[in-house]
């Protein structure tokens, strides 16, 4: 099970940090991502980390701003998101997969076994 938490409201040009918690096995076995959804759209692909943490995948609109981390003894991992923007307002879940291979980059939604459910973040301009 996993639990996504720390959205909220927040200026343009401000910071949060995003966690997803998980429960029930350890999280150092899956590989984890982060999607976001806007309004009418389909989920799209922020960020994917390999269950050792050693590879991370970013989307090219948050390549600079946004960092993925994971702390496997906390069966957490992190999006860490700075220099916020209005368009950066979705709704924002994780998820993982077993078995991932750390050369890939795993962007689409359908490559993940579990789901969270999502912690939604607003920028205001």
């Known amino acids: 099970q996993l639990q996504a938490f ?8 401000g910071s949060l940090r995003l966690s997803c918690a998980a429960s029930g096995r350890p999280f150092s076995n899956y590989g984890a991502g982060w999607f976001r959804q806007f309004p009418g759209k389909e989920r799209e692909f922020v960020g994917f980390i390999s269950w050792s943490g050693g590879s991370t995948y970013l989307a090219d609109s948050v390549k600079g701003r946004f960092t993925i981390s994971r702390d496997n003894a906390k069966n957490t991992v992190y999006l860490q998101m700075h220099s916020l923007k209005p368009e950066d307002t979705a709704v924002y879940y994780c998820a993982a997969r077993r078995n991932s291979n750390a050369s890939i980059r795993y962007a689409s ?3 993940y076994n ?3 459910q999502g912690t939604l973040v607003t920028v205001s301009s």
């Open 6 to 13: 720390g959205g909220g409201l927040v200026q343009a040009g």
């Open 109 to 111: 939604q359908y490559e």
């Open 114 to 116: 579990y789901w969270g």
